[in-house]
């Protein structure tokens, strides 16, 4: 699949021919196969921009009987490319090759040969093999003759399927090591980009309102700073969707578009939340100046899910971005994954200059330090919410952990939510502010 | 099995009126001169009823090699008697190629 759309995205979109040798498949197999993902093959060989060979090895209809070579191939290759001035191959699969000799130490050669002929000829190869015992490739041959390898893998983790791509090596770059997750959807390949290799985007320093001035006071700087990354923690009910309802509504104030990514609630149940605390987001909704991404986390990977996140935020270029709650993400993945996810999207919204605001969600109040998804260290805003019983009567508070660049209050404030909203009380302890 | 091999060349002189050979090449290399002398000899001791030998060079007529499904070289492929059979290599192990062209069963 891989490999067809190398061949198919170099004719369309590089004017690039291809050669498409199978040893598996058959031309019509093929055709049929890539025509799900939106690729019409038969249409391109008309056209004399692809060509496919379909070379039949079958294991047991050859005798071997002495000294040989792949000469064959090579001519019949040589032919392919000239046909359609072919500036890319794919040769799919190896094993498939393998399977049909019994002279492994002839085909090593043999294709060691083919590789340097490919080069000669300046094509871009794309050999298919399957991953082997330990090795990356079963015949081991990879180390030495491709300039490039990569590693596709697909796993089943929890029940929820992942794709992987890794650079294992690309001479002559400076590659990502890492496991990339990809998608196989209706248009090809893609890639989950991986926006920030390096952290070189520009810090802001202009804020932006939270939306409840008590808020701003104690945070320093005005508010959250643009392109930053707020994490709110809290237990059940401690009032960060209401905060983050806040922080939508002063952005719509503003003129800005809000994205809102919610995964554990549906929108008109949002819509009605917030509405009990003196927040009417309906007609920002009506407006075009907030939209709502809503998904169960448990409707697909967590590939999709990030992938999907990405496509919205490209498509819709909101300036802030509740994501509520990251927690609910746990539940599609291990926290390594997750973690990982998440530093994705934040990297791209950082790059992007959108603001997000995410809330996660922790056991309990004496548990708040820990977010469970680790990105604690990676958020420039971090704010715990509370619930304490004093007396009978119940008491929120709110305490900023951290506020990167900010002078921020160091004190655990009181805060009240009513049909006026959110609205922190003044201190009396006297603030020493660092 | 046992009758069989007690007599081949009884079967061999049999099958041996319909074979025709075609042996791929490319290009007249060592390999190929080999391949056809070992071949030669192989029928001349093997096939002594009548056989057709055909060198196809696949540098002149390139097409042939997608259309034969040919893939390494020398191929030896037995056009007839039915089923096709494919042999490669320089033909230098003669059991092998027997067992390939059907004239011996395999031990």
């Known amino acids: 699949m891989f490999a067809m759309e190398f061949l198919v995205r170099g004719i369309v979109d590089f004017g690039e021919p291809g050669v498409f040798m199978s040893f598996e498949e058959s031309a019509d197999e093929l055709g049929q196969n890539v025509a799900s993902i939106g690729f019409d093959l038969p249409a391109l060989i008309r056209q004399r921009k692809l060509f496919i060979d379909h070379v039949r090895v079958a294991r047991g209809e050859i005798e071997e009987s002495g000294d040989f070579d792949l000469e064959g191939i090579f001519i019949r290759l040589g032919l392919a490319i000239d046909a359609v001035g072919a500036k890319r191959v794919v040769l799919d699969t190896?094993?498939?090759?393998?399977?049909?000799?019994?002279?492994?130490?002839?085909?090593?050669?043999?294709?060691?040969?083919?590789?340097?002929?490919?080069?000669?000829?300046?094509?871009?190869?794309?050999?298919?093999?399957?991953?082997?015992?330990?090795?990356?490739?079963?015949?081991?041959?990879?180390?030495?003759?491709?300039?490039?390898?990569i590693l596709l893998d697909h796993r089943v983790v929890?029940?929820?399927?992942?794709?992987?791509?890794?650079?294992?090596?690309?001479?002559?770059?400076?590659?990502?090591?890492?496991?990339?997750?990809?998608?196989?959807?209706?248009?090809?390949?893609?890639?989950?980009?991986?926006?920030?290799?390096?952290?070189?985007?520009?810090?802001?320093t202009k804020a932006v309102s939270s939306g409840v001035a008590s808020l701003d006071k104690i945070l320093g700087a005005g508010g959250f700073y643009r392109s930053s990354t707020i994490l709110l923690t809290g237990s059940a009910g401690t009032g960060k969707s209401s905060i983050a309802g806040h922080f939508i509504a002063e952005a719509g104030r503003r003129g800005e578009r809000s994205l809102y990514v919610a995964l554990e609630e549906s929108q008109s149940e949002i819509v009605r939340n917030t509405r009990s605390i003196g927040i009417d987001i309906a007609p920002l909704i009506r407006n075009d100046m907030l939209r709502f991404h809503v998904a169960r986390p448990?409707?697909?990977?967590?590939?999709?899910?990030?992938?999907?996140?990405?496509q919205a935020a490209i498509a819709y270029k909101p300036s802030v971005m509740v994501v509520d709650s990251v927690t609910s993400l746990m539940s599609m993945g291990a926290g390594l994954e997750v973690t990982s996810m998440i530093v994705r999207l934040i990297d791209f919204l950082k790059m992007?200059?959108?603001?997000?605001?995410?809330?996660?969600?922790?056991?309990?109040?004496?548990?708040?330090?820990?977010t469970g998804v680790?990105?604690?260290?990676?958020?420039?805003?971090?704010?715990?919410?509370?619930?304490?019983?004093?007396?009978?009567?119940?008491?929120?508070?709110?305490?900023?952990?951290?506020?990167?660049?900010?002078?921020?209050?160091?004190?655990?404030?009181?805060?009240?939510?009513?049909?006026?909203?959110?609205?922190?009380?003044?201190?009396?302890?006297?603030?020493?502010?660092? | 099995m046992t009758t069989r091999a007690k007599t081949p060349s009884k079967k061999a002189s049999r099958a041996s009126q319909g074979y025709v050979l075609y042996l791929y090449v490319a290009g007249e290399t060592p390999k190929s001169a080999t391949a056809l002398a070992n071949l030669k000899d192989i029928c001349r001791l093997h096939l002594p009823a009548g056989h057709r030998i055909k060198v196809i060079d696949l540098l002149k007529n390139p097409r042939l090699a997608r259309d034969h499904q040919i893939l390494a070289l020398p191929t030896l492929v037995r056009e007839l008697?039915?089923?096709?059979?494919?042999?490669?290599?320089?033909?230098?192990?003669?059991e092998r190629v027997l067992v390939g062209l059907d004239i011996k069963t395999a031990r």
């Open chain 1, 374 to 434: 680790n990105v604690s260290s990676l958020v420039d805003v971090w704010l715990t919410l509370g619930n304490r019983d004093v007396d009978g009567a119940r008491m929120r508070t709110l305490a900023v952990i951290k506020a990167r660049g900010m002078d921020h209050s160091n004190l655990t404030h009181q805060f009240t939510m009513s049909k006026k909203g959110v609205e922190i009380m003044h201190h009396t302890a006297p603030e020493m502010r660092t």
């Open chain 1, 94 to 149: 190896l094993e498939a090759l393998f399977g049909g000799f019994s002279n492994v130490g002839v085909l090593r050669a043999e294709l060691r040969r083919l590789f340097d002929w490919l080069k000669e000829r300046d094509v871009t190869a794309v050999i298919t093999g399957e991953r082997g015992e330990g090795t990356l490739t079963r015949h081991g041959f990879e180390e030495y003759v491709s300039d490039c390898v």
């Open chain 2, 81 to 94: 008697p039915t089923p096709v059979r494919k042999i490669i290599g320089d033909l230098s192990n003669t």
């Open chain 1, 352 to 370: 992007s200059g959108i603001t997000l605001l995410m809330t996660a969600l922790v056991e309990s109040t004496h548990d708040a330090n820990t």
């Open chain 1, 298 to 310: 448990t409707a697909y990977g967590l590939e999709m899910h990030l992938a999907s996140i990405h």
């Open chain 1, 158 to 204: 929890d029940q929820l399927s992942a794709r992987r791509l890794r650079i294992v090596k690309y001479r002559g770059t400076v590659h990502g090591t890492d496991e990339y997750p990809f998608l196989i959807r209706e248009n090809g390949i893609s890639v989950i980009p991986i926006t920030s290799l390096t952290l070189n985007h520009t810090a802001s």
